[in-house]
């Protein structure tokens, strides 16, 4: 979630960064969290009709929010899966909407609307797929997710041997399965012919064909750290049946490829709405290009300062940016950096009294190479949500991206630079994703709230906010680089829907990302590459989501004056779990705010 956290495959959009919920941590969070009052047990029953379906037809996913007895089971890819999912889906909204009609608590109402919301938005977004598009999808990175999520060090150690299981089904060894390549090929054949669906772009169907046989070698490591024996027939199975996969993917699907990445306007529409972005994308727009011009002439200002501070002879912000980048944290380092850097946020948090603090440590690494194909940017892996016992969610940082323009491994300097590690960590660790997930946990949240609320613009909204509530008490460097970071932010909002318009292109993009922005190549091409064909429109969810956040806060602060504590009025909205903005401003308004009168 990260810089963060975005996924290629459409399926998994729905329940965005809940890709692998299996930390077990230094501390317990369920046995912290209070006996949940009746309405959470009665809403999360309703909640159990989705999840249901969800462990039938995908239960890797389910499995990985913590739904038990799934472990060897994998998604359904069959012939008609789209229309047993429909059936199913709807099936389940009609259960729901029964149980509306009939449901006086006000909470559980609001939880049911929320699991309706979800459904209609899942069928739109599959309708409009199946209309518009050719069902490609990167079948290398489904299976390495598959394993990836058994095979970690804070798994269960008797549930990591499930991972041959899935990898025999995958390939199509045991009986009764077929190879999920020859599953996703025939689905893309069946449409092939059809003229009206456009082909995935170019970029990304030669960028998977490079990094795919990179992805497997990270699946044959993960098997012999944990000691699991029987994987090298159906692994060499695999790599003969990707090999084949990737040869119709350019025998057959490359000449169908288009060059033009934008995505059809209603179909772009429907992934702001999916991500959770609600205000009109031209005043979106109009409000990031304000806020970028504001955050340069600030970063301009702090600029001679921090240039003071090490004696440099530059001035601009952009100079003394380059200069700051030069000091880079090693691999060596980076495991001791970040826990001193977690520590001192720390200090500054319970200092300063911004939020509440649990007494168990962040958990931090670096990713592996495949993971760093898959998500090259920073990002937060979120705990199981379902029968925790004790699992933490994890902050990823990932140090290259492989070789995608020319055949390079281009290297990123941009979140390993001393400076941008406080940021960084704020966002990502604490008062950001970290306390977000756990509060989820520790707080007694709603499933709904918890998996079907979930979207990039309240999960990605608080941690931007996290990082300004930080910045006034961070070394100048450290709020140049937190400048620059919401810098990034607003120029997402600018570039992603202007290159979907066709009002900016790629060069346009890259040098604003470069030179205005101060990215490096590497990472400016990782930025261009999610608005165009990665996940169009989620970039846009930060700058919206902080936006939301601001203006409530300023309000809030309004409202209550000298009664206002920040304190309790972050804690406040942690416990509310990942609720859209509309629904959180209601929580703010008509909860919190009068108890805060009435003290």
Known sequence: MNDDTFTE??????????????????????????????????????????????????????ASLGITGLDDRISDFAPGSEQRWRAAVTAAAETLQQRLAGETDADVKQDLRILIGSIERDLRGEALHEKLLLPYRNVTHTIFRGMRSLLDDQMEPERRPAALARLRKYTGIDPGYTPMTSLAEQRVRDKLSTPTLLGPFKEEVDRDLANNSATLDGIEPLFRKYDISGFEEPLAKLRKQVAAYDEFLRREVLPKTRTDFRLPAELYAHRLEDVGVDIPVDQLVRRAQVTFREVQNEMQTLAPLVARERSWEVRSYRDVLKELKKKQVSTQEMKGHFEARIAAIEEIIRRERIVSLPERPIRFRVASLAESIIQPAPHFISPRFIGNTGQQGEFVLPLKIPGTKAGQTLTMDDFTYDAFTWTLTAHEGRPGHDLQFAAILEKGVSKARAIYAFNSVNVEGWALYAEAETKPYLPLDGQFAALQARLQRAARAILDPGLQAGTIGRDEAMRVLREDVGLSEGTALQEVQRYTFKAPGQATAYFCGYTHLMELRAETERLLGPRFDRTKYHDFLLAQGLLPPVLLRQAVLESFVPSQKGN
């Open 9 to 62: 495959d459409e399926n998994l959009m729905r329940i965005f960064g809940l890709l692998i919920g299996l930390m077990i941590g230094c501390g317990t969070l369920a046995s912290v969290a209070a006996p949940p009052p009746s309405w959470i047990l009665r809403s999360d029953e309703n909640t159990k009709v989705l999840l249901d379906v969800m462990a039938r037809l995908e239960p890797e996913e389910a």
